[in-house]
């Protein structure tokens, strides 16, 4: 029997970390993820677990230090948002070409400036290039599960990757809901003990970890780790099929809603996916034909499966979480657009900019989106093609 | 959210708005329901207004925005009548409760002609009275209760002690107090 709950995404995070029970820890806090690391440095000082919690100075020398554990040999996780993200920069690229499969809960908050603590995805989009698995929540339920699922994918042989774990700021992270927990002894077997076959502490073999390489390696040292990123997309199918016999809840690379006989579909990722479902049903009791794709794997990018999932809708709104600076898209807007075009389809794209620096996401709001793409197909104009959604004027 | 009872709470940074609406949403889960309790957040400080919200539900909640048309408002503190829109969006059908010591007819003259049932509450009488101190938050929470009727009083009280008994584990002198406070205020609350 799984156990009926209410907490915050943050606790939600924090209570699949004491399940787990890592070998070390090493974190600095930054809101709104501060809580994570809180929580979890009571369940150490209470001796529900026996982490080594490393309260280290800065996000640099958080993932330096997780970067040292993972390669001794230690099942390593850490937590953080924004600002402190991008001061993990350097350190992120390092743990994926080192093949280290860290978990980061990422608490998505937007970056500075101007300064701002509430949500939005431009914090994981700075490290989307990284090399790291980076999976997306909708709810404190999926904050969890993803987390619970998380060293399965990246610990795996044909992936040995980090993953960052996302939920959205305050939004999910300080919102308490209902959720259902799995026992511990469930998710202690589920997640397994951590043996990696090479790894610093080992008395058996030597290696050497983030060593040079000479332009006649680096080139196919990056190709192995881009198959590796790959594998990532077969492995967490089958690590959910896995998690759905022990949990019922089932995950997918993303989870398509109302979209098999949608002529009108928007594609998000986190917390604004349920929102826009309550928008869905609302414009589907109005018999509008739309529907919603919600991405949970975004690095490695499930294009052609995307692709093949909504290739017989004619307009599609892709919505993005943060602005890309680059004058006509943003990264949800680009990775679609490119896996459509491959695909040879003939949809009509729109891309939306929504939710930065905590701007509210309301059924309205996103149902104003369904509708443009009405008028779209009505008027035969498409317009402009880069939106801002509920922009003052 | 059709079928949601919505509910914003106003208050000020640190008079524990945040915490009643996590209470809130706590009572209401162990009752069984499906449950959302979430503060708006900003740069927070001392005496500055805040909003705290509840979606409380017989199904699962999926969205996840403010609150822009609750069924119900709370105000912990008056002094927020005079700079915040308190009943913007409220719906006629639902109503508000205020914490004041003012006569009621004084109290809605500031609430810029809502037609909805409005009703006040002296929480700094009643949480003097039953704890010798000023804690707005155990007095409203019991209000809000009894108007919204999302449970009965003897349900309400049940659940409550449960979670004092939890959450003052280390000080149980408290408890007795809080209890006073709550049963006092589904009586006050008018």
């Known amino acids: 029997m799984s156990i009926r709950e209410r907490l915050s995404g943050n606790e939600a995070v924090a209570v699949a970390m004491r399940q787990i029970n890592p070998d070390v820890m090493p974190a600095f806090p930054i809101t709104p993820s501060t809580e994570i690391p809180q929580y979890f440095s009571a369940f150490v000082a209470n001796g529900q677990v026996d982490t080594a919690f490393v309260p280290v100075e800065s996000e640099h020398s958080a993932m330096s230090a997780a970067i040292g554990a993972e390669a001794a040999g230690a099942r390593t996780l850490t937590a953080t948002s924004s600002c402190g993200l991008a001061l993990m920069w350097e350190e992120l690229y390092v743990a994926a070409s080192d093949r280290l499969p860290i978990a980061l809960a990422l608490v998505n908050r937007a970056l500075s400036g101007p300064i701002n603590i509430n949500c939005d995805h431009s914090d994981a989009m700075g490290a989307r290039d990284a090399g790291w698995i980076q999976i997306f929540s909708e709810s404190n339920q999926e904050a969890y599960d993803n987390f619970v699922q998380a060293y399965r994918i990246a610990e795996h042989k044909d992936v040995r990757l980090p993953i960052m774990i996302c939920q959205d700021g305050f939004i999910t992270s300080h919102a308490v809901e209902n959720i259902e927990l799995i026992e511990d002894d469930k998710v202690k077997a589920f997640v397994g003990e951590y043996c990696p076959e090479n790894y610093l502490l080992n008395d058996n073999g030597t290696m050497a970890v983030g060593p040079y390489a000479i332009p006649a390696y680096y080139m196919e040292t990056k190709r192995a780790q881009l198959e590796a990123l790959k594998n990532a997309k077969k492995v967490a199918l089958e690590v959910a099929e896995e998690f759905e016999k022990i949990s019922g809840r089932k995950y997918g690379l993303f989870e398509t809603y109302k979209t098999e006989d949608a002529d009108y579909i928007m594609i998000i990722m986190g917390s604004a996916a349920g929102t826009g479902k309550e928008a869905v049903d609302e414009l589907r009791a109005e018999g509008k034909k739309v529907g919603l794709l919600k991405i949970r794997l975004f690095r490695p990018f499930p294009s052609e499966e995307i692709a093949n999932a909504i290739k ?48 509210d996401v309301t059924v309205e709001s996103l149902k104003s989106v369904y509708e443009a793409l009405m008028e779209i197909e009505k008027t035969g104009d498409v317009g402009e093609r880069y939106h801002y959604l509920s922009l003052r004027d | 959210m059709a079928n949601a009872v919505e509910i914003r709470w106003h208050g000020r940074g640190g008079q524990g708005a945040k915490t009643a609406s996590l209470l809130l949403a706590d009572v209401a889960f162990n009752t069984g329901k499906f449950v959302q309790g979430f503060p708006e957040y900003g740069p927070e400080r001392m005496g500055a207004p805040i909003t705290a919200y509840n979606r409380i539900s017989d199904e699962k909640i999926r969205v996840h925005s403010n609150i822009y048309e609750p069924d119900f ?78 449970m009965d009083e003897e349900t309400f009280l049940n659940e409550m002690e449960g979670s004092f008994k939890h959450k003052f584990a280390s000080k149980p002198e408290v408890i007795e107090g809080n209890m006073k406070a709550l049963r006092l205020a589904l009586q006050e609350v008018k």
């Open chain 1, 312 to 359: 017989h809708v004619k307009y599609i709104a892709c919505m993005d979480r943060t602005e890309s600076f680059n004058g006509h898209s943003g990264p949800i807007g680009n990775d679609v657009r490119t896996a459509l075009y491959n695909a040879k389809a003939d949809c009509e794209v729109i891309n939306y900019v929504y939710g930065i620096g905590g701007r």
């Open chain 2, 73 to 150: 408002v709370v105000v912990v503190d008056e002094t927020l009548l005079d700079s915040v829109d308190v009943t913007k969006g409220l719906k006629k059908e639902g109503a508000i409760v205020i914490n004041t010591s003012q006569p009621k007819e004084d109290i809605i003259k500031k609430l810029n002609g809502y037609e909805g049932k409005v009703f006040t509450i002296d929480a700094r009488k009643v949480s003097m009275e039953a704890l010798g101190k000023y804690f707005p938050n155990s007095p409203m929470l019991a209000s809000i209760v009894k108007v919204t009727g999302i």
